[in-house]
């Protein structure tokens, strides 16, 4: 009966992958007016937060990389260029012990990115906002909690591009 339900499963996922079906981590993702080469011309951080710019540039190349056939390339050569703005970054205490320290808090990113044409700087696509949020311990790394909510924002705007943007 066993063995019965293991070819049941197998047999699932096997249709659902079968059928086009994709995670959403995982899907392709294409980029609007069939844009293939593009750069991130600047990435707007309003924040005290100095390691989000980069880290957020380089996530979003990798994230895009891995989903899209994009290639990277000078602004003279792009047919589109990407705006990455940082709406919001806070951090804030989730559980307080009874003396008033905090046991755990939480970070919360707001994102927004924009794809305008190289051509005549026209909005080829929005994001709007999206947000991303990690808790952490005390006495653990905020920053690394940081990192992992500008991911999963970043997950979040990728999956905006998915074959029905």
């Known amino acids: 009966m066993q063995r019965l339900s293991q070819i049941a499963v197998l047999f699932v996922l096997l249709s659902v992958i079968g059928c086009g079906y994709h995670f959403s981590a995982s899907a392709p993702i294409i980029l609007p007016h069939g844009a293939t080469n593009i750069h991130i011309r600047e990435v707007n951080n309003p924040t005290l937060e100095g390691w989000i710019d980069s880290y957020l540039r380089s996530r979003f190349q990798d994230e895009f990389t891995r989903r899209a056939k994009i290639n990277w390339v000078s602004p003279d050569e792009a047919q ?37 044409s190289q051509m005549d700087d026209s909005l080829l696509w929005s994001s709007g906002h999206v947000s991303g949020t990690e808790t952490f311990e005390a006495g653990t790394s905020e920053i690394v909690a940081g990192e992992r909510a500008v991911e999963e924002a970043i997950r979040k705007i990728a999956d905006g591009l998915g074959a029905d943007y």
């Open 80 to 116: 589109a260029y990407v705006v990455l703005t940082i709406l919001s970054y806070s951090v804030d205490a989730d559980l307080v012990g009874a003396r008033g320290q905090a046991l755990t808090g939480r970070v919360h990113v707001v994102l927004e990115a924009k794809l305008r």
